[in-house]
């Protein structure tokens, strides 16, 4: 009986570029920028990486395929390097990869690093790309927010709200992230925002307005993992350890079978119980002080807070405007900006949530500093709600 | 008895006001003006040649079945492809199976009258019933004549013994060079010559000669014609040819220029399909086609002519209208002037051609699967049955869906991606009986898309690929009723 990753893996030091419309640098500089903090951070040196899992979402318009960029880039001594690429969950499964690798006693140490660069194609808003030969023939030509557009109404049919109504809760998911990314010196959106500014912003895929999106984003996080003994050794304290990893993958249900509705995403609920299970968590309100999940849109942020199980079925609307996700809240989501505004340079977001619970854990993230933070849940979502990679990982403090 | 057993018509439902026409090009050319009266039937950015007879062929299919089609006769003008058969397409997408013959008639206005006579003469050697599918997009010269009085459309009939609605009584053909326009191998657009000369020696000689050799062979008297069919752009020619041959002025068909414009070499057969439905039992109906000399042909109405209706026919067509007032727009689904896409629509578009046929079913015939343990339904068609409590691998049988009617589940009107009619419209639709897609959503009216909404499904151009010269299809969602 696998007894699951709980406790057998920590951090050893991580690092994040500045997020943001990033010009000037290379996908190397943004590697280099959040390795050499992720290094320092660790207290090790390069050659002391035993292995690596590198994080990239799309190829075409990034650095190419294959392992050899990180490799590349950081100069890393012909140690084993993995290119993994699922999507929006990229940055978590380079994590997993690695956190995996320490936990089977493959290695001592290793690395994940993500990376995107999202900037170089001259428009806004994720690149147009092909979804594959067989795929672009039937398809619609989707866009992100197109496809997610598609929760609101599903949920909106199914919970008999009016636009009106479901927008202004969607308005405030923003006008909160917006609020706490003002307080992140690495974020990409720095500016506060109003709720009559989310609301009567233009339709980019209706209901989805401009500030109903994510900031599309260059940037890299890394992580160096170990486990807790080497971490003694290396004489760390204020450990902060893994307490689960998951991953859920759609298989046609919602897309061709099921009774789906498309008010919520399968694959969340199922890896969010798998997380709950492998973190040993049962009262997931209580427990857990703080999430970052996938907010690519508002509306994937409100249903993911009833899919996650915090707030009731039907009640999300009630919560997020009752301010129950705020910073001050219940329990506060995106305490870094998210998605929203830290920003989302896909295969680093993962890696980004992680190293704003590993900061918090450590009393080190400065004006946005939550008080008792001890369990951190972070989500991502790769793909459409019809149709989707859900990754979750629970970080907290190894006690 | 043998003749013409089913009909089919297809209009697109964008209508443009030729005042709009008229406002955007009378600086240059005031005399349009005075042809600026009523409107023009206008293909949306995904409708062609193609996709018309698709749709005319499956108003025709309401009245036929598809398993007894023997032969496909498409004809136009306007075919999208040069070199690959445009009517195995159309077949296809009919899921009329894989044995009948197929054949594309064009190169003249009265390719389909021509296609006609020789599927009418050709009797009963075709295995079942015959389909003939007309069909036309009409382009033309922005601020021309032409682009006032023409219109895109289609017609379907079916010929055979079975059902006859109108019987065969006879044909002629008058074959002379006379050019009245012309498009050579390397245009687009039409060359025309002046309207005068081709009333006075084109049609005024031409129809009535043909005309007559086919009176006097049928032994029919002239004043017995009830419904004389003469497709042409000029108003008043076609009474003017029914006055010398001595056709009651009541008995000439209207050609509908006000409402949906000419619509080339499918537009005798559009008429006929409207003389169809106006039809007494008994009554006689003669159809002229022009263009290098007349086709004529000769019909009676049967007993069953006001019984076989088709599920929409010309007048459902007609009526199925969305005013236009957009010239601009216009122009641009014609590829009149040089649109920014935004870099969004540059991505390369290159057809696989293999991967392509490897999917035809789903891409062509809307085919998905039924599974034989479990009954469910899905597309595409899988390996494994999707339904996890069954999971059978190739237990899928063919089954086509296009016909079915669905409920959107979920929608948005995306700005975001690229599209040639932005919003793109795109969705989930579960279909009746089981299925369900993410599909693209077309013909979409403001406002009337949301959870609920019931939905068709209709065969359009999901892309072109305008650096290799081809464009693909497939299948999308319209609102009922739109």
Redesign the interface.
Request: hydrophobic share 35%; aromatic share 14%; proline share 9%.
């Given at each position: 009986m696998a007894s699951g990753i709980k406790d057998k893996v920590v951090v050893l030091g991580m690092g994040c570029s500045k997020f943001g419309e990033r010009w000037d640098a290379s996908p190397a500089d943004l590697m280099v920028e959040a390795f050499e903090e992720c290094l320092a951070d660790a207290g090790i040196e390069k050659k002391d990486i035993e292995m690596g899992w590198f994080g990239a979402g799309i190829d075409a318009y990034n650095v190419g395929s294959s392992a050899l960029p990180l490799s590349l880039a950081l100069r890393l001594s012909n140690i084993p390097v993995t290119k993994v690429e699922n999507m929006c969950a990229t940055g978590t499964e380079a994590f997993r990869g690695a956190v995996y690798a320490v936990a089977s006693g493959a290695c001592d140490i290793a690395l994940a690093l993500g990376v995107e660069k999202l900037k170089d194609?001259?428009?806004g808003?994720l690149p147009?790309?092909?979804r594959g030969?067989?795929n672009?023939?039937?398809?619609?030509?989707?866009?992100?927010?197109?496809?997610f557009?598609?929760?609101?109404?599903?949920y909106?049919?199914k919970h008999g709200l009016d636009k009106t109504e479901l927008k202004r809760a969607m308005a405030h998911v923003s006008v909160k992230s917006h609020a706490n990314g003002a307080k992140n010196p690495k974020a990409h959106l720095r500016r506060e925002i109003t709720e009559e500014q989310a609301i009567n912003a233009?339709?980019?895929?209706?209901p989805?307005g401009l500030y109903d999106c994510c900031g599309v984003s260059d940037g890299s996080a890394c992580a160096i993992v170990t486990t807790p003994e080497i971490a003694r050794r290396l004489g760390k304290t204020d450990l902060v350890s893994v307490k689960a990893l998951q991953l859920a993958v759609s298989?046609?249900?919602e897309?061709?079978?099921s009774d789906w509705?498309?008010s919520y995403l399968k694959t969340t609920r199922i890896a969010a119980q798998r997380a709950y299970n492998e973190a040993g968590i049962k009262k997931p309100r209580e427990e857990i002080s703080m999430t970052e999940v996938h907010d690519c849109f508002s509306i994937t942020e409100l249903v993911t807070m009833e899919d996650l199980q915090l707030s009731d079925e039907g009640q999300a609307v009630r919560d997020v405007l009752n301010g129950d996700f705020d910073a001050g809240g219940r329990i506060p989501c995106q305490i870094d900006g998210g998605l929203k505004c830290f920003g989302h340079p896909i295969g680093a977001s993962g890696l980004r949530m992680i190293y704003e619970n590993y900061l918090q854990f450590q009393g080190r993230a400065g004006d946005r500093q939550l008080p008792n933070a001890r369990l951190a849940l972070n989500h991502n979502l790769g793909g459409?709600?019809?149709q989707n990679i859900c990754s979750i990982s629970i970080i907290g403090r190894y006690e | 008895m043998f003749g013409i057993t089913a009909y089919g018509a297809y209009i697109p439902r964008s209508r443009l006001s030729r005042a709009a026409i008229a406002d955007a090009n009378d600086w240059f050319d005031a005399s349009l003006r005075g042809l600026a009266k009523g409107e023009r039937s206008v293909c949306n950015w995904d409708e062609d040649t193609i996709t018309m007879a698709v749709e005319a062929g499956q108003d025709c299919l309401s009245l036929l079945d598809a398993s007894s089609v023997g032969a496909l006769y498409l004809a136009s003008t306007t075919l999208p492809f040069l070199d690959r058969q445009n009517s195995v397409v159309v077949s296809q997408a009919l899921n009329l199976g894989d044995h009948l013959r197929t054949m594309d008639v064009s190169a003249s206005q009265r390719a389909a009258t021509s296609a006609l006579i020789a599927m009418l003469e050709a009797g009963g050697s075709d295995k079942g019933a015959a389909m003939l599918v007309a069909s036309e997009h009409r382009r033309s010269k922005c601020g021309s004549r032409a682009e006032m009085l023409w219109g895109d459309g289609a017609a379907a009939l079916g010929v055979g013994s079975n059902g006859v609605i109108a019987e065969y009584l006879g044909s002629e053909t008058y074959v002379t060079d006379f050019v009245d326009h012309y498009r050579g191998e390397d245009s687009t657009l039409d060359y025309e010559w002046e309207e005068r000369w081709i009333r006075d020696e084109g049609y005024l000689k031409s129809v009535p000669l043909a005309a007559s050799r086919l009176l006097e062979k049928a032994g029919v008297k002239v004043s017995e014609i009830a419904h004389f069919v003469l497709a042409s752009d000029q108003a008043k020619t076609p009474a003017a040819v029914a006055k010398k041959l001595g056709v009651s002025a009541e008995a000439v068909v209207d050609n509908h220029i006000a409402t949906t414009g000419v619509s080339g070499a499918a537009h005798p057969i559009l008429m006929l399909t409207s003389a169809l439905e106006a039809a007494k039992p008994g009554d006689l109906i003669m159809l002229a086609g022009f263009g290098q000399g007349t086709d004529v042909v000769l019909f009676r109405a049967t007993d069953q002519v006001g019984a076989r209706r088709p599920k929409t026919g010309f007048a459902g067509a007609l009526e199925r209208r969305r005013p236009d007032e957009n010239y601009n727009r216009f122009l641009s689904f014609n590829n009149l002037v040089e649109r920014e896409t935004g870099k969004r629509g540059e991505l390369d578009k290159q057809s696989y051609l293999a991967a392509m046929y490897r999917k035809k079913d789903l891409l062509t015939g809307f085919v998905g699967g039924k599974c034989r343990e479990c009954g469910t339904i899905q597309i595409p068609k899988e390996n494994y049955c999707v339904n996890p409590d069954c999971g059978a691998l190739h237990s899928q049988d063919d089954y086509p869906m296009s016909a079915l009617p669905g409920r959107v589940k979920t929608w948005t009107a995306d700005r975001l991606t690229f599209d040639w009619n932005p919003p793109a419209y795109f969705g989930l639709v579960e279909f009746e009986g089981g299925g369900r897609m993410m599909m693209d959503f077309t013909e979409v009216e403001e406002g009337s898309i949301d959870t609920g909404v019931a939905v068709s499904l209709h065969f359009r151009i999901r892309q072109f690929d305008n650096q290799r010269g081809f464009r693909k299809y497939f299948w999308k969602a319209t609102p009922s009723g739109q």
């Open positions: 194609v001259g428009y808003g147009q790309r092909t030969v067989e672009d023939m039937f398809w619609p030509n989707l866009s992100a927010p197109g496809s557009a598609q929760l609101a109404s599903g909106r049919a233009p339709y980019i895929a209706e989805i298989n046609g249900d897309a061709s079978f509705d498309g459409f709600p019809h | -």
